[in-house]
């Protein structure tokens, strides 16, 4: 077997144990604030995680590849290896530490004349300091996608989302509330970074020698991927956060015991769409199309044989499985869930496809199609949300998924051929 195929395989079981943990911590995290807050706080608690995840949707699904992809090229060059290390790291730290400013500047504003409620600015202040922690560990993560250790990545990863779990119920039982569930996945996001750069040390590379120009070039070609990663954003929490403009944080609540459990299927997707980047550009570079259409069949049978079993189980006792794990309070979340499902499912496969394409060099193209969809993302929740309440914000969410998913299929089968 080749080392190509041999990485897909082993890198394809490591990281989809490690997303699928990661996936349950995650929601093991918003079950356990559902469960020791009132409805109202968990609303509250979710108006200020979206911030936190789009910094896991920007970094891991933007960042860290292209940052990977520059790694893999590079692994045989030292001296350019440990240029690119040391770049990416310094620069994107101090990116973060800007960005974060940026965001807990403005929470005083989004929190009193956006969601209507000061409740909310604290919590998103919090959650705002979270950002360049964020950053860091995902190029972290990047550079131990592309130098294939995928058991760091996966025991970085695993790392952040026990201990946001573990200091947030603490803070919370505490007597803290809301604050004390973003206070404590913040800390999760603090303590990652040096456990990140623990394992960073093992691979014997130096952060001395940075240079701007090599950061740019890393940084362009992240552009697109990180756009779409913002449109992936876009798409999964664009109802959630206009639920708050529109409805009530108790209605957030509500929403949020629906929106997180129709993901729990990217577990598997992410796991694909981690090693399919590296492994596809070397394919693409070595056999052309040809050798990359195996790898897409793959992807796909893989996708087949893990989402259309759990969206059919999610669609059929969709009740049972939110009050089993968010109590009777949040039976009302049972048809918004039903509907998120199946908009998840084409998600992942919009994911895989970007992958693909990313791994192909042109990551533009997913980036173009997620940002038409988010866009009708926006116009649809803004229309269907004052009417029809959090089934129109799921409706609109899946709507613009399976577009997502069906074009970029289409293209990239075109192209492909």
Known sequence: MGAAKRFILTGSIILTLSNVSVRLLSYLFRVAMGR?????????LNLALPLQFMIILLTSAGIAPSIA????????????????????????????LFLGAIFFILSGPIGIFVFGDANAVLPLRLSALAMPFGIVVSVFTGIFQGMRKAHFMSG???????????????????????????????????????FSLVLFKTLNLELGGRNYTVFKEVFWFSVPTSITALSSFILAYADILFIGYFMSPADVGIYSAASPAS????????????????????????????AVKKYFRIALLGLAAVVLP???????????????????????????????????AFLSLFMINSGIFQGLGRPGTPMKILLIFASLDILMNLIFIPGYGIE???FATAFASIGAGMVSTSLLVKYLR
């Open 36 to 44: 020791l807050l009132s409805p109202y706080e968990y609303g509250i």
């Open 69 to 96: 992809k520059f790694v893999s090229d590079a692994e045989k060059n030292r001296e350019m290896l440990d240029i690119l290390t040391a770049s990416v790291v310094y620069y994107y730290t101090i990116g973060g």
């Open 156 to 194: 970085v990863l695993l790392f952040e989302q026990v201990l946001r779990l573990v200091f947030a119920v603490l803070l919370v039982v505490l007597g803290l509330g809301a604050v004390g569930g973003i206070a404590g996945s913040t800390l999760g996001f603090i303590v990652a970074v040096p």
């Open 263 to 290: 993901r729990l299927i990217f577990a598997f997707t992410m796991a694909l769409y981690a090693v399919l980047i590296p492994t596809v550009s070397q394919a693409s570079a070595k056999g052309g199309n040809e």
């Open 310 to 344: 759990a969206t059919i189980f999610s669609i059929l006792f969709s009740k049972q499985i939110v009050t089993l794990l968010f109590t009777d309070i949040y039976l009302s979340a049972a048809p918004a869930f039903e509907i998120l499902v199946i908009g998840a």
């Open 392 to 394: 129109g914000a799921a």
